[in-house]
T-cell receptor, first 113, second 110 residues
Framework: DAMVIQNPRYQVTQFGKPVTLSCSQT?????MYWYQQKSSQAPKLLFH???????NEADTPDNFQSRRPNTSFCFLDIRSPGLGDAAMYLC????????????FGSGTRLTVV | GQNIDQPTEMTATEGAIVQINCTYQ??????LFWYQQHAGEAPTFLSY????GLEEKGRFSSFLSRSKGYSYLLLKELQMKDSASYLC???????????FGGGTRLMVKP
C-alpha cells in the first residue's frame, strides 16, 4: 500500500547529541512537511519541501535542519537536542489532489535524556 | 494570518451525540479539515468542507459556515474508540500548508 513511513517510531537521544529522523513515501507526492507536536498541543509546521525547494517557517529554530535527497525521502536533523525538543515529530505529504491528499506518517516520538 | 479556536476538552457518554465546534480566521479560504488523532498516533483524515452546509459520512458529519467562520464536527452513536483528539485545520499559503487548532480531547465514558 502507498504510504508515508517514519523511522524510528520511538527515538531516545542524549542532551546535545545530534539526531536524525527519517521519513519516506511511496505516494510520489511532491510536497513533504515536518511538524512538531508537543503533548496536548497542535502540530506546528517546522518546514516543508515543494519538490526540492526548501521552505523554512520563520520561527523554526536554527537547531533544526532538513534534507530531501530525492522525492521519496526527507530527513529531520536536530543538531543539539535540548529537553524542550522532546515531542512527536510528524512527517506529512501532499500532491496531485492538493491538500485533500495530505497524508501523515505514524510519527516519531523523541525523548531527550 | 490564521487563528483557530476549539474547546480543549469534552466528555460524552457512549451511544450519545457530541458536537465539537471550531471557529477560524484566515486570509483567503481554501476549505476546512477535521482530523482524528488517538494518543501517541498520527492524525487521520476525517472530513474536508469547502462549501457551506452539512456533509455526512456515516456516524461523523461536518458542518461549515463560511460567513461565520465556523465549523463543527458531529459524532453520533458514540463508541469508546471515539475517545481521541479532534483537530480542526485550515490551509494557508495558497493551500499548500495546513495550520491546526489546538485540538479537542474527547473522552467517551460508558
Amino acid at each position: 500500500d502507498a504510504m508515508v513511513i517514519q523511522n524510528p517510531r520511538y527515538q531516545v537521544t542524549q542532551f546535545g547529541k545530534p539526531v536524525t529522523l527519517s521519513c519516506s513515501q511511496t505516494l510520489n507526492h511532491n510536497v513533504m512537511y515536518w511538524y512538531q507536536q508537543k503533548s496536548s498541543q497542535a502540530p506546528k509546521l517546522l518546514f516543508h519541501y515543494y519538490d526540492k525547494d526548501f521552505n523554512n517557517e520563520a520561527d523554526t529554530p536554527d537547531n533544526f535542519q532538513s534534507r530531501r535527497p530525492n522525492t521519496s525521502f526527507c530527513f529531520l536533523d536536530i543538531r543539539s537536542p535540548g529537553l524542550g525538543d522532546a515531542a512527536m515529530y510528524l512527517c506529512a505529504t501532499s500532491g496531485g489532489q492538493g491538500l485533500y491528499g495530505y497524508t501523515f506518517g505514524s510519527g516519531t516520538r523523541l525523548t531527550v535524556v | 494570518g490564521q487563528n483557530i479556536d476549539q474547546p480543549t476538552e469534552m466528555t460524552a457518554t457512549e451511544g450519545a451525540i457530541v458536537q465539537i465546534n471550531c471557529t477560524y480566521q484566515t486570509s483567503g479560504f481554501n476549505g476546512l479539515f477535521w482530523y482524528q488523532q488517538h494518543a501517541g498516533e498520527a492524525p487521520t483524515f476525517l472530513s474536508y468542507n469547502v462549501l457551506d452546509g452539512l456533509e455526512e459520512k456515516g456516524r461523523f458529519s461536518s458542518f461549515l459556515s463560511r460567513s461565520k467562520g465556523y465549523s463543527y464536527l458531529l459524532l453520533k452513536e458514540l463508541q469508546m474508540k471515539d475517545s481521541a483528539s479532534y483537530l480542526c485545520a485550515v490551509p494557508f499559503n495558497a493551500g499548500n500548508m495546513l495550520t491546526f487548532g489546538g485540538g479537542t480531547r474527547l473522552m467517551v465514558k460508558p
